[in-house]
């Protein structure tokens, strides 16, 4: 028995994908001032056009969580739910992999700004997808 994703889904990859678009916009378009007063980086020294590549660079990829989240929730549900749930996982998988990275370095002077704004988006990620596999887990059980 087919069993349909949930419209919620879409709505909030679509959303969710929005978000990320305004994220790939702090992170490249008004990079500076995004590097400077939210994250609070130190670009004085020599690293600071590194610094600047490395979050140019997330925010293209921003842009392209972004695109692909507005177009799976418009036009392919089934793959919106599924990435939902990859997206945060990837993050936990990545965040987990930095720290080990760093732990031989002093600690970061960065005030990284955006982090509680990440950690709530974030959250409503993995609260959809686990709405949209309960709301799957119901439709299942009825007769």
Known sequence: MNRPIPKFISIMAV???GIDLLRGFMHTVVLPYSATHIACLDLSGPTAPDLLRLLGLFGISNYITG???ILTGLYARPIALVLLGLIPAFYGLGLFTIHAAMNPYPPSTAQ???RPFLMVNLSLYVLTFLAGLLVLRHRKTKP
């Open 15 to 17: 959303f969710l994908g």
């Open 67 to 69: 695109a692909t989240l």
């Open 112 to 114: 990284w700004g955006g």
